[in-house]
């Protein structure tokens, strides 16, 4: 049985598609914005907190690391309301995707806060830095290009992630596809064409950490490839 | 008839617990051959396959793992090949593992010192010799640490699946959600019982990966 592939119908509503993928846009950045935010501040306090904050600080990673954000959206969709905080759809996807990049990216920065010794603070300190210089030049700086690719391939991976948030039908690029498929019933075609603007995204975002990490860095620094987020071994960077 | 969330309801998220678990063995598997293959043709191969495989990498890693099984959900099915749900999902979770695991084992097998390999050929060892008795056995304590923790990463990953109607842990869920309308309590124990699957295994990793990075300093 051949089947003949037949874009046409998928294509006349491109305009669709590319609005779902400007709302994909728009969740990544506001959750990344709002994600790393979070991750930084839990990461200082895990690395510098008493120790009461530092065990809420790891039950917060340890809880959204170890479940699928799938589940953390549906509990915080459908299991709040219950609760009595009603959210919309769209509200409880930057929520949730934010907190859960948060718990992540706690670990990288957790790891990049630990990759500069104290040694090396106060070597800057007798140089004659001031606080502020030495939190920028060696601190900041040293501590990104450490944890560099591994955040990026994270940031990727949160990107992609945000696919899921179709399931509570948050409106992004997966949703406008699921439209689109079950009008036209042209499935293979539409989500080929949905994959292919994720990939253009993913590639652009990869393009634009790359460029970020030279004018951060003045070198070349590789943006990370989504595996990368896996190979680092947080808090065990000093060794 | 409205039920309500008692100990029936745990045995039946406790059944999808089983699919969820046995979906996640079965991916590792399949994608651990494959990902051994390609992480050895990737890094070892004849230049067109070392593209051949970077550019698969570059693609699944770029894509959605929900807009993977979508493809493979309904995309086969216009070939005249009926694909069950759990078909489609174990294809596409392979193909997903495949490509994370190819990406993270190359990196082990190309973090191995260049000097090993020498050493292996002042040996006069073969090609496979090199590999079976030098190479690999290094980069495989490299790799424990990360391939424990993208195990994780597997067992969450299933439960997309449910989004395409395969009956695991995250679908029994909602399907529970449906008859006893208690989401909060539902979707509490699914979210529990990920965490007892995956908690052990995040722990076993960052004990491995602890372990690698003290064996670094004694060398």
């Known amino acids: 049985m051949a089947y003949e592939m037949t874009f046409g119908p998928v294509l006349n509503r491109l305009p669709e598609l590319l609005h779902g993928a400007v709302d994909t846009l728009a969740l990544s950045g506001q959750s990344i914005a709002i994600g790393l935010s979070i991750g930084l501040a839990v990461a200082l306090v895990r690395v510098n907190g008493p120790r009461w904050a530092k065990l809420l600080g790891s039950i917060y990673v340890e809880a959204f690391r170890n479940t699928p954000l799938l589940v953390q959206l549906f509990l915080l969709f459908f299991g709040l309301p219950y609760a009595g905080l009603r959210l919309s759809a769209n509200h409880a996807a930057v929520i949730a995707v934010s907190v859960n990049l948060g718990a992540y990216s706690t670990e990288i920065f957790r790891a990049g806060l630990m990759a500069v010794p104290k040694t090396q603070i106060e070597a800057g300190l007798a140089l004659g830095l001031s606080r502020l210089q030495v939190m920028r030049y060696v601190v900041i700086v040293p501590a990104l290009r450490v944890i560099y690719p591994a955040l990026t391939g994270q940031l990727t991976l949160t990107v992609l992630g945000t696919s899921l948030v179709s399931a509570i039908s948050a409106t992004d690029l997966t949703l406008a596809g699921s439209m689109i498929e079950s009008q036209t019933f042209r499935s293979l075609e539409t989500f080929l064409i949905v994959a292919a603007l994720y990939i253009t995204m993913a590639f652009a975002f990869r393009l634009l950490y790359w460029a970020i990490g030279l004018w951060l860095f003045h070198r070349r620094v590789p943006a990370g490839d989504a595996s990368k987020s896996m190979m680092l071994a947080p808090g065990k960077a000093e060794a | ?147 424990v923790g993208f195990m994780v990463q597997i067992v969450k990953n299933t439960s997309v699946t449910a989004l395409i109607g395969f009956v695991e842990l995250t679908r029994a869920g909602q399907l529970l959600n449906n008859m006893t309308f208690q989401p909060f309590h539902v979707f509490l124990t699914v979210a529990a019982m990920y965490f007892l699957v995956c908690f052990p295994l995040s722990w076993w990793s960052e004990q491995l990966k602890e372990k690698k990075s003290a064996g670094r300093v004694a060398n």
């Open chain 2, 1 to 147: 008839m409205i039920q309500s969330f008692g100990w029936q309801s745990v045995q039946f998220l406790l059944q999808g617990l089983l699919w969820t678990v046995g979906l996640s063995v079965m991916t590792f598997i399949s994608g651990g051959i494959f990902g051994l293959i390609f992480a050895i043709g990737r890094s070892l191969g004849p230049s067109w396959v070392k593209a051949t495989i970077a550019g698969y990498i570059q693609l699944v890693q770029a894509t959605p793992l929900l807009i993977l099984l979508f493809l493979f959900f309904y995309g086969l099915s216009f070939f005249g090949l009926y694909f069950p749900p759990f078909a489609a999902a174990a294809i596409a979770l392979t193909v997903y593992a495949t490509a994370f695991l190819a990406d993270i084992w190359r990196g082990c097998i190309e973090a191995i010192p260049r000097t090993q390999w020498e050493a292996a050929d002042a040996l006069a060892l073969s090609g496979i010799q090199k590999l079976r008795y030098v190479i690999l056995p290094q980069a495989l304590r490299i790799a424990s640490g990360p391939t």
